[in-house]
T-cell receptor, first 113, second 110 residues
Framework: EAQVTQNPRYLITVTGKKLTVTCSQN?????MSWYRQDPGLGLRQIYY???????DKGDVPEGYKVSRKEKRNFPLILESPSPNQTSLYFC????????????FGPGTRLTVT | EDQVTQSPEALRLQEGESSSLNCSYT??????LFWYRQDPGKGPEFLFT???AGEEKEKERLKATLTKKESFLHITAPKPEDSATYLC???????????FGKGTLLTVNP
């Protein structure tokens, strides 16, 4: 089944404790992206990757890191999480950078205390 | 600054009562406008892509249209299962960022 998977689905952590949210897709997509969704603010793009080893900032990249060492994986790293990063996170992928139908993962609900 | 504004924020319809959702945008070099549906607790699900003014696309009870400044999502004879948040997004020409509107929460009562 074609899908985007994220792990963990739920995470409660404390301020400053490094964490990684994994994202994997099995569709051989070139383009991958991370979003956060907050009430009243909607979906905002954090980082995106147009292909392996090619990443760029979205609209809200502060406090996040990403890497794209393999085509299928695009982990999101929070090196020192803060409470304002409490949010619902979505990973998405699409076939090519100019093929815009994006497939979204199920989401990761992160709480930072 | 590029902006995507959706209206209304929330819309409540009776089953069978047709209506439209609006997405207005101010971007330069638009490469595409997208509609997604999002159910509570789930990731957005792709509906349509529109690339140029005058383009229209249909899927079941939904029809999306695009002008130079806005897009409409027309819902004909909606059913309760059409209840969801509908998101509009635009892709700008100079890079591959995607900017989403805040969405319209549609509720269809039986």
């Amino acid at each position: 089944e074609a899908q985007v998977t994220q792990n963990p689905r739920y995470l409660i952590t404390v301020t400053g404790k490094k964490l990684t949210v994994t994202c994997s897709q099995n569709m051989n997509h070139e383009y991958m992206s991370w979003y956060r969704q907050d009430p009243g603010l909607g979906l905002r793009q954090i980082y995106y990757s147009m292909n392996v080893e090619v990443t760029d900032k979205g609209d809200v990249p502060e406090g996040y890191k990403v890497s794209r060492k393999e085509k299928r994986n695009f982990p999101l790293i929070l090196e020192s999480p803060s409470p304002n990063q409490t949010s619902l996170y979505f990973c998405a992928s699409s076939l090519r950078s100019n093929s815009y139908e994006q497939y979204f993962g199920p989401g990761t609900r992160l709480t930072v205390t | 600054e590029d902006q995507v504004t959706q209206s209304p924020e929330a819309l409540r319809l009776q089953e069978g009562e047709s209506s439209s959702l609006n997405c207005s945008y101010t971007v330069s070099g638009l490469r595409g406008l997208f509609w997604y549906r999002q159910d509570p607790g789930k990731g957005p699900e792709f509906l349509f892509t529109l690339y140029s003014a005058g383009e229209e696309k249909e899927k079941e009870r939904l029809k999306a249209t695009l002008t130079k400044k806005e897009s409409f999502l027309h819902i004909t004879a909606p059913k309760p299962e059409d209840s969801a948040t509908y998101l509009c997004a635009v892709n700008r020409g100079s890079n591959y960022k995607l900017t989403f509107g805040k969405g319209t929460l549609l509720t269809v009562n039986p």
